[in-house]
T-cell receptor
Framework: KAGVTQTPRYLIKTRGQQVTLSCSPI?????VSWYQQTPGQGLQFLFEYFSETQRNKGNFPGRFSGRQFSNSRSEMNVSTLELGDSALYLC??????????????FGPGTRLTVL | LAKTTQPISMDSYEGQEVNITCSHNNIATNDYITWYQQFPSQGPRFIIQGYKTKVTNEVASLFIPADRKSSTLSLPRVSLSDTAVYYCLVKVGGSYIPTFGRGTSLIVHP
């Protein structure tokens, strides 16, 4: 079974631009979560989607948004990029929403650099 | 704001047992405690998950005291390939936001 795939793997943008990152979960998984990883803040939760609905959201500004499609694929968008948005963005999929026992499978991440 | 705290780094030698403790003083009542392993340039990988007492699988054990305010990941007989960063993950009570610890960098020496 194929793992979680994220595209693109690397991205360079300039301040003020916007970016869209894509995540394809493991086949059959309906929940997708997004995390930001930086050396300074570590791994931080962005949001979780299940059956095309956002179920939970972390403490990030409104510039960060996401959506999930009917095939469970997910995208996240960051508008008006800032230098501090440079990070590794990780997507994780799981069979069900993360309420109880729930193993998340992470993709390799998208490395975003904002210049 | 609730914090999830782990040691920043640990050193060990091949064949030894390694115990990494995570403090999570505001864990959600019904939440499980999960541990992940991460190698450079890869996403985290699930190791083990538990709710209370002790859980064991083929690679690790997880010990959780009755108050569930901490958990200890135990890696038996580590090898060089266990050199990685280990994270605990819990949901914070109230907000139910998944919260990772800052990670423990484990270095296993020959």
């Amino acid at each position: 079974k194929a793992g979680v795939t994220q595209t693109p793997r690397y991205l360079i943008k300039t301040r003020g631009q916007q970016v869209t990152l894509s995540c394809s979960p493991i086949s059959g998984h309906r929940s997708v979560s997004w995390y930001q990883q930086t050396p300074g803040q570590g791994l931080q939760f962005l949001f979780e989607y299940f059956s095309e609905t956002q179920r939970n959201k972390g403490n990030f500004p409104g510039r960060f948004s996401g959506r999930q499609f009917s095939n469970s694929r997910s995208e996240m968008n960051v508008s008006t990029l800032e230098l501090g948005d440079s990070a590794l963005y990780l997507c994780a999929s799981s069979l069900v929403a993360g309420d109880t026992y729930n193993e998340q499978f992470f993709g390799p991440g998208t490395r975003l650099t904002v210049l | 704001l609730a914090k999830t705290t782990q040691p920043i780094s640990m050193d060990s030698y091949e064949g030894q047992e390694v115990n990494i403790t995570c403090s999570h003083n505001n864990i959600a009542t019904n939440d499980y405690i999960t541990w992940y392993q991460q190698f450079p340039s890869q996403g985290p990988r699930f190791i083990i998950q538990g709710y209370k007492t002790k859980v064991t699988n083929e690679v690790a054990s997880l010990f959780i005291p009755a108050d569930r305010k901490s958990s200890t990941l135990s890696l038996p007989r580590v090898s060089l390939s266990d050199t990685a960063v280990y994270y605990c993950l819990v949901k914070v009570g109230g907000s139910y936001i998944p919260t990772f610890g800052r990670g423990t960098s484990l270095i296993v020496h020959p």
